[in-house]
């Protein structure tokens, strides 16, 4: 009698039972699955310790098994890595072959799709935070005047937004006194300039885009070679080109004109002097031999540009000492006249209502005014111009007498009304 035959009726009913059981859950592996997440679920620790017990009972199984699991997820991985590749690809091959039509499909599906459109870019954003945050700061770095506009115009439709800030901003005692402090001490300062007939303070703000496109530039010239050579040469042929048309300018203007001309007769367009006489200088100074071979054209239109408003600004300067010296000239030899003068407009103001003026700044405006047309003051502003008059005055504090400020005397009967006798 074999083991066949000696096993008992419950033992073998146990064992057809399971092999109906194994057929069923091969034959519906969907339903298998789910029920036994369900069993699961409902005996968690039950769970735990059978799984655990299967392994260390079958360590080697266990270990085939994982094997086993590790290579298919490592296949699906791959395969799943080659199919966004070739998606990617065929993105690609669109949009370089047609990206008009993809903008435009885009622009269709964000329009049919807005909610699935704000999840995505959550979601992107969420995972990419820093890369968007970079690809944003060279967006504005490369369209300033774009992102200007548009923050204009997020502004202008959001005004509620500003005055939550100022509201909230305000209700901080401390910053909002700093504030208004701030303010006082800059209000009495331009008041004092402008009584002293000084220039406003000019403070100018670095935007953030330049300040990054600075930190840029140091990094690449304080890590490479290369741009500290490119650097090097650019400060040579500049000084080299500002030294060169500052001491040959008569020259090169006569050479600059005698080109325009030779144009002009061969009938080529017509070129500006300034552009003609920069070619000659740039010639002259390549001609001297000074390494320039790692400048591009841009580097020579700026290095043209540098040298022209350095020579405006030295004009500039010359021009604003000639003010300075003439006035100053014109009031030691004419003091008592000027004086006088000074006098009789402090009167006028008076019976005008105004308020009068030190005489030894009414001096001096009016030696301006009587030496200005021997002056060129082309290059020179207003507020240069009153600079320049207060260093004249700087000079010679005790020429005049600077005492008699504020409300002065009332002026004669006669000069106060005109007679009422016929």
Do not use: C
């Amino acid at each position: 009698m074999d083991d066949t035959d000696a096993r008992t009726p419950g033992a073998a009913r146990t064992e057809g039972r399971g092999a109906a059981a194994r057929a069923w859950r091969l034959a519906n592996p969907e339903r298998a699955r789910e029920s036994r997440n369900a069993w699961r679920e409902r005996h968690p620790e039950q769970a735990r310790a059978l799984t655990k017990a299967w392994k260390d009972a079958h360590p080697e199984r266990n270990r085939e098994l994982n094997r086993d699991s590790a290579r298919r997820r490592a296949a699906r991985e791959k395969a799943l890595a080659a199919g966004r590749a070739r998606a990617r690809d065929r993105a690609r091959t669109r949009r370089e072959a047609d990206p008009d039509g993809v903008r435009e499909y885009k622009r269709r599906w964000y329009q049919a799709h807005p909610d699935k459109a704000r999840e995505y870019s959550r979601r992107y954003y969420a995972t990419h935070r820093a890369e968007a945050l970079q690809r944003a700061i060279r967006y504005r770095d490369r369209h300033p005047e774009a992102t200007k506009a548009r923050v204009q115009d997020w502004a202008s439709r959001h005004p509620e937004y500003a005055a939550n800030y100022q509201r909230a901003y305000r209700q901080d005692p401390e910053k909002y006194a700093k504030a208004l402090q701030a303010n006082r001490d800059a209000r009495r300062l331009a008041r004092r300039l402008q009584a002293a007939a000084l220039p406003p303070k000019q403070i100018r703000r670095t935007p953030a885009a330049e300040r990054r496109a600075n930190q840029r530039d140091a990094d690449r010239f304080f890590t490479s070679p290369d741009v500290r050579e490119h650097y090097k040469q650019y400060d040579a042929f500049e000084f080299a080109l500002d030294t060169h048309v500052r001491t040959h300018a008569a020259d090169l203007r006569t050479r600059a004109q005698q080109h325009i001309d030779g144009r002009a007769r061969a009938g080529l367009p017509a070129q500006t002097l300034h552009d003609a006489l920069f070619v000659q200088a740039i010639w002259d100074v390549v001609a001297t031999g000074i390494p320039v071979d790692t400048l591009t054209p841009e580097d020579l239109t700026r290095a043209v540009a540098y040298v022209t408003q350095t020579h405006a600004r030295r004009r500039r300067e010359q021009q604003f000492s000639k003010v300075v010296s003439t006035v100053q000239n014109y009031t030691k030899r004419h003091t008592d006249q000027l004086r006088k003068e000074a006098d009789l407009e402090n009167r006028a103001r008076a019976i005008a209502g105004k308020t009068l003026l030190d005489v030894d700044v009414l001096a001096h405006r009016i030696a301006f005014d009587l030496v200005k047309d021997r002056l060129n003051l082309q290059g020179l502003s207003e507020q240069d111009i009153a600079k320049a008059l207060n260093l004249a005055r700087e000079a010679h504090p005790l020429l005049f007498d600077t005492t008699q400020t504020g409300p002065v005397t009332s002026p004669p009967a006669a000069m106060a009304t005109p007679s009422r006798q016929r």
